[in-house]
Protein backbone atom coordinates (compact mmCIF):
# COMPACT_ATOMS: atom_id res chain seq x y z
CA UNK A 1 0.00 0.00 0.00
CA UNK A 2 1.17 3.32 -1.19
CA UNK A 3 0.85 6.70 1.11
CA UNK A 4 -0.31 9.90 -1.44
CA UNK A 5 0.09 13.58 -1.07
CA UNK A 6 -2.62 15.76 -2.57
CA UNK A 7 -1.56 18.25 -4.63
CA UNK A 8 -3.69 21.19 -6.56
CA UNK A 9 -3.43 21.58 -10.33
CA UNK A 10 -4.70 25.23 -9.86
CA UNK A 11 -2.56 26.38 -7.30
CA UNK A 12 0.82 24.25 -7.35
CA UNK A 13 3.78 23.44 -9.86
CA UNK A 14 2.53 19.64 -9.92
CA UNK A 15 6.10 18.51 -11.20
CA UNK A 16 7.63 20.32 -8.88
CA UNK A 17 5.68 19.33 -6.06
CA UNK A 18 5.56 15.53 -7.44
CA UNK A 19 9.44 15.69 -7.08
CA UNK A 20 9.09 17.29 -3.34
CA UNK A 21 6.63 14.26 -2.49
CA UNK A 22 8.72 11.33 -3.51
CA UNK A 23 11.83 13.15 -1.32
CA UNK A 24 9.31 13.27 1.57
CA UNK A 25 8.76 9.92 0.92
CA UNK A 26 5.25 9.55 -0.53
CA UNK A 27 4.69 6.71 -2.71
CA UNK A 28 2.35 8.49 -4.52
CA UNK A 29 0.13 12.21 -5.51
CA UNK A 30 -3.12 12.99 -6.67
CA UNK A 31 -3.86 16.29 -8.87
CA UNK A 32 -6.98 17.56 -7.98
CA UNK A 33 -8.79 20.47 -9.55
CA UNK A 34 -11.83 21.88 -7.54
CA UNK A 35 -13.25 23.24 -11.17
CA UNK A 36 -12.69 22.83 -14.47
CA UNK A 37 -9.14 24.73 -15.30
CA UNK A 38 -9.54 27.56 -17.87
CA UNK A 39 -6.33 26.06 -19.41
CA UNK A 40 -6.09 22.28 -18.93
CA UNK A 41 -1.96 21.15 -18.68
CA UNK A 42 -0.47 20.89 -22.35
CA UNK A 43 0.79 17.12 -23.45
CA UNK A 44 4.30 19.01 -23.02
CA UNK A 45 3.28 19.36 -19.72
CA UNK A 46 2.02 16.23 -19.17
CA UNK A 47 5.19 14.84 -20.68
CA UNK A 48 7.43 16.59 -18.38
CA UNK A 49 5.36 15.59 -15.29
CA UNK A 50 5.30 11.78 -16.61
CA UNK A 51 9.39 12.70 -16.64
CA UNK A 52 9.37 13.85 -13.61
CA UNK A 53 7.49 11.22 -11.48
CA UNK A 54 10.01 8.45 -13.73
CA UNK A 55 12.92 9.99 -12.40
CA UNK A 56 11.83 10.43 -8.76
CA UNK A 57 10.24 7.17 -8.83
CA UNK A 58 6.80 8.32 -7.71
CA UNK A 59 3.08 7.89 -8.94
CA UNK A 60 0.12 9.93 -9.70
CA UNK A 61 -3.35 9.71 -10.29
CA UNK A 62 -6.16 12.24 -11.23
CA UNK A 63 -9.26 13.99 -9.29
CA UNK A 64 -11.19 15.23 -11.54
CA UNK A 65 -13.00 18.62 -11.65
CA UNK A 66 -16.00 18.72 -8.82
CA UNK A 67 -17.68 21.91 -7.64
CA UNK A 68 -19.06 22.34 -10.99
CA UNK A 69 -19.15 18.76 -12.84
CA UNK A 70 -22.99 17.11 -11.61
CA UNK A 71 -23.41 13.91 -13.20
CA UNK A 72 -26.85 13.29 -12.03
CA UNK A 73 -28.42 16.31 -12.18
CA UNK A 74 -32.05 16.18 -13.79
CA UNK A 75 -31.15 18.00 -16.40
CA UNK A 76 -29.92 16.19 -19.35
CA UNK A 77 -27.90 19.11 -20.87
CA UNK A 78 -26.40 19.81 -17.68
CA UNK A 79 -25.12 16.18 -17.53
CA UNK A 80 -23.79 16.32 -21.05
CA UNK A 81 -21.84 19.64 -20.47
CA UNK A 82 -20.90 17.52 -17.36
CA UNK A 83 -19.81 14.61 -19.05
CA UNK A 84 -18.22 16.94 -21.45
CA UNK A 85 -15.81 18.69 -18.70
CA UNK A 86 -14.37 15.48 -17.47
CA UNK A 87 -13.57 13.66 -20.66
CA UNK A 88 -11.19 17.03 -21.53
CA UNK A 89 -9.24 16.18 -18.52
CA UNK A 90 -8.16 12.48 -20.28
CA UNK A 91 -6.03 13.27 -22.69
CA UNK A 92 -3.95 15.10 -19.91
CA UNK A 93 -4.32 11.96 -17.57
CA UNK A 94 -3.31 9.58 -20.33
CA UNK A 95 -0.13 11.44 -21.46
CA UNK A 96 1.02 11.14 -17.72
CA UNK A 97 -0.16 7.90 -17.17
CA UNK A 98 -2.43 8.91 -14.24
CA UNK A 99 -3.67 5.64 -12.27
CA UNK A 100 -6.96 6.29 -11.11
CA UNK A 101 -9.08 9.43 -12.58
CA UNK A 102 -11.60 10.07 -9.56
CA UNK A 103 -14.77 11.48 -10.13
CA UNK A 104 -17.82 12.56 -7.68
CA UNK A 105 -21.57 11.95 -8.81
CA UNK A 106 -23.65 14.26 -7.41
CA UNK A 107 -26.37 16.71 -8.25
CA UNK A 108 -25.49 19.72 -7.72
CA UNK A 109 -29.16 20.61 -6.73
CA UNK A 110 -29.53 21.45 -2.80
CA UNK A 111 -33.07 20.18 -1.22
CA UNK A 112 -33.94 17.07 -3.23
CA UNK A 113 -37.14 14.50 -2.45
CA UNK A 114 -36.77 11.19 -2.31
CA UNK A 115 -38.09 11.08 -6.07
CA UNK A 116 -35.23 13.25 -7.93
CA UNK A 117 -32.49 11.57 -5.67
CA UNK A 118 -33.79 7.96 -7.21
CA UNK A 119 -34.14 9.53 -10.78
CA UNK A 120 -30.14 10.96 -9.60
CA UNK A 121 -29.18 7.23 -9.23
CA UNK A 122 -30.64 6.20 -12.28
CA UNK A 123 -29.08 9.08 -14.53
CA UNK A 124 -25.85 9.05 -12.39
CA UNK A 125 -25.34 5.68 -13.47
CA UNK A 126 -25.73 6.21 -17.44
CA UNK A 127 -23.01 9.19 -17.07
CA UNK A 128 -20.55 7.08 -15.48
CA UNK A 129 -20.86 4.41 -17.91
CA UNK A 130 -20.34 6.33 -20.85
CA UNK A 131 -17.47 8.10 -18.93
CA UNK A 132 -15.77 4.35 -18.24
CA UNK A 133 -15.73 3.68 -21.53
CA UNK A 134 -13.85 6.68 -22.71
CA UNK A 135 -11.84 6.41 -19.75
CA UNK A 136 -11.35 2.56 -20.48
CA UNK A 137 -10.31 3.46 -24.57
CA UNK A 138 -7.67 5.64 -22.89
CA UNK A 139 -6.34 2.67 -20.34
CA UNK A 140 -7.30 4.91 -17.64
CA UNK A 141 -9.23 3.34 -14.37
CA UNK A 142 -12.30 5.48 -13.37
CA UNK A 143 -13.57 5.75 -9.98
CA UNK A 144 -16.33 6.41 -8.34
CA UNK A 145 -16.25 8.30 -5.00
CA UNK A 146 -18.52 8.05 -2.25
CA UNK A 147 -20.63 11.64 -1.51
CA UNK A 148 -21.51 12.80 2.02
CA UNK A 149 -25.12 13.03 0.78
CA UNK A 150 -27.75 12.48 -1.30
CA UNK A 151 -26.39 10.93 -3.82
CA UNK A 152 -23.89 7.75 -4.00
CA UNK A 153 -23.58 8.32 -0.67
CA UNK A 154 -24.21 4.83 0.51
CA UNK A 155 -22.32 1.48 0.10
CA UNK A 156 -25.82 0.17 -1.85
CA UNK A 157 -25.73 3.38 -3.82
CA UNK A 158 -22.08 2.50 -4.91
CA UNK A 159 -22.54 -0.90 -5.50
CA UNK A 160 -25.56 0.22 -8.24
CA UNK A 161 -22.48 0.78 -9.97
CA UNK A 162 -20.81 -2.21 -9.75
CA UNK A 163 -21.94 -4.17 -12.85
CA UNK A 164 -20.96 -1.38 -15.57
CA UNK A 165 -17.82 -2.34 -16.89
CA UNK A 166 -14.18 -0.55 -16.14
CA UNK A 167 -15.64 0.96 -12.75
CA UNK A 168 -13.79 1.06 -9.65
CA UNK A 169 -14.62 3.04 -6.50
CA UNK A 170 -12.59 5.80 -4.19
CA UNK A 171 -13.64 5.35 -0.48
CA UNK A 172 -13.54 8.75 1.52
CA UNK A 173 -13.31 7.77 5.22
CA UNK A 174 -14.58 11.47 5.87
CA UNK A 175 -17.67 11.36 3.98
CA UNK A 176 -18.65 8.05 5.38
CA UNK A 177 -18.00 9.81 8.91
CA UNK A 178 -19.96 12.96 8.68
CA UNK A 179 -22.48 10.85 6.33
CA UNK A 180 -23.14 8.39 9.28
CA UNK A 181 -22.98 10.97 11.69
CA UNK A 182 -25.63 13.17 10.15
CA UNK A 183 -27.96 10.22 9.65
CA UNK A 184 -27.00 7.58 13.19
CA UNK A 185 -25.57 10.90 15.48
CA UNK A 186 -23.12 9.31 16.39
CA UNK A 187 -19.35 8.13 14.79
CA UNK A 188 -19.04 4.83 12.43
CA UNK A 189 -16.79 2.72 14.24
CA UNK A 190 -14.60 0.08 12.86
CA UNK A 191 -17.67 -1.86 11.90
CA UNK A 192 -19.13 0.25 9.50
CA UNK A 193 -15.60 1.11 7.92
CA UNK A 194 -15.38 -3.04 7.34
CA UNK A 195 -18.42 -3.04 5.90
CA UNK A 196 -17.25 -0.78 3.18
CA UNK A 197 -14.28 -2.14 2.99
CA UNK A 198 -15.59 -5.77 2.34
CA UNK A 199 -18.71 -4.37 0.36
CA UNK A 200 -16.08 -2.53 -2.71
CA UNK A 201 -13.74 -5.14 -2.35
CA UNK A 202 -11.02 -5.99 -5.04
CA UNK A 203 -13.19 -2.85 -7.05
CA UNK A 204 -11.97 -0.55 -4.05
CA UNK A 205 -9.07 1.24 -5.77
CA UNK A 206 -8.24 4.55 -3.85
CA UNK A 207 -8.93 5.62 -0.47
CA UNK A 208 -8.99 9.08 0.45
CA UNK A 209 -7.58 9.33 4.76
CA UNK A 210 -8.12 12.17 6.36
CA UNK A 211 -9.11 13.42 9.88
CA UNK A 212 -12.76 14.94 10.81
CA UNK A 213 -13.09 17.65 13.92
CA UNK A 214 -16.06 19.66 15.54
CA UNK A 215 -15.64 23.23 14.76
CA UNK A 216 -18.28 25.26 15.94
CA UNK A 217 -20.88 22.69 16.29
CA UNK A 218 -20.62 21.36 12.93
CA UNK A 219 -18.68 18.39 12.01
CA UNK A 220 -15.44 19.34 9.16
CA UNK A 221 -13.19 16.93 7.64
CA UNK A 222 -10.22 17.06 5.69
CA UNK A 223 -8.11 17.97 8.49
CA UNK A 224 -4.14 16.20 9.07
CA UNK A 225 -4.30 12.88 10.89
CA UNK A 226 -4.08 13.40 14.61
CA UNK A 227 -6.12 16.44 14.77
CA UNK A 228 -9.48 15.10 15.27
CA UNK A 229 -11.80 11.83 16.54
CA UNK A 230 -11.25 9.74 13.48
CA UNK A 231 -9.40 6.24 14.67
CA UNK A 232 -7.15 6.60 11.92
CA UNK A 233 -4.91 4.38 12.97
CA UNK A 234 -7.64 1.70 13.09
CA UNK A 235 -9.05 2.08 10.07
CA UNK A 236 -4.92 1.97 7.82
CA UNK A 237 -4.88 -1.40 9.79
CA UNK A 238 -7.92 -2.87 8.23
CA UNK A 239 -6.95 -1.08 4.78
CA UNK A 240 -3.58 -2.93 4.58
CA UNK A 241 -5.63 -6.16 5.11
CA UNK A 242 -7.23 -5.60 1.52
CA UNK A 243 -5.95 -5.42 -1.93
CA UNK A 244 -6.11 -1.57 -1.93
CA UNK A 245 -3.04 -0.17 -3.48
CA UNK A 246 -3.25 3.87 -3.53
CA UNK A 247 -4.12 5.33 0.24
CA UNK A 248 -4.36 9.12 -0.33
CA UNK A 249 -3.77 11.73 2.70
CA UNK A 250 -6.35 13.95 1.66
CA UNK A 251 -5.76 16.19 4.86
CA UNK A 252 -6.39 19.60 2.60
CA UNK A 253 -6.86 21.66 5.75
CA UNK A 254 -3.07 21.81 5.67
CA UNK A 255 -2.97 24.49 2.88
CA UNK A 256 -4.84 27.16 5.28
CA UNK A 257 -2.19 26.42 7.99
CA UNK A 258 1.40 28.57 8.08
CA UNK A 259 3.48 25.02 8.39
CA UNK A 260 1.19 23.34 6.00
CA UNK A 261 3.47 21.30 4.63
CA UNK A 262 5.19 20.02 7.69
CA UNK A 263 1.62 18.92 8.64
CA UNK A 264 1.34 17.13 5.60
CA UNK A 265 4.23 15.30 5.74
CA UNK A 266 3.83 14.66 9.70
CA UNK A 267 0.48 13.17 8.50
CA UNK A 268 2.76 10.63 6.02
CA UNK A 269 4.73 9.76 9.30
CA UNK A 270 1.83 8.69 11.64
CA UNK A 271 0.01 6.80 8.36
CA UNK A 272 3.41 5.17 8.23
CA UNK A 273 3.49 4.27 12.07
CA UNK A 274 0.03 2.98 11.85
CA UNK A 275 0.49 0.42 9.33
CA UNK A 276 4.17 -0.73 11.20
CA UNK A 277 2.27 -1.11 14.20
CA UNK A 278 0.31 -3.87 12.93
ZN1 LIG B 1 -12.03 12.62 -1.05
Redesign the pocket.
Known amino acids: MKFGKPLRLEKQDVAKESARAAEEGFGFVQLAMRKTLQKLPTHADATNLRKTLEDHDIEAGL?APFADVHLANPSAAVRKKSIEKIRKCLPFAAAFESKFI?IHVGTGVEKLDSETIRAGLEVGAESVAELAETAGESGLLLCV?NKIRPTFSTLEDLLGLGSIRGVSF?L?T??VFRSHFEGHGKPPGAAVYGAWLRGLGKKLAVC?I?DVKMVGGELKD?FPLGDGIFDYKRFIRQLAETPCEYA?L?VEKCREMPDGNQRMVESLGLAKAALDAR
Open positions: HIECDGHHHHLE
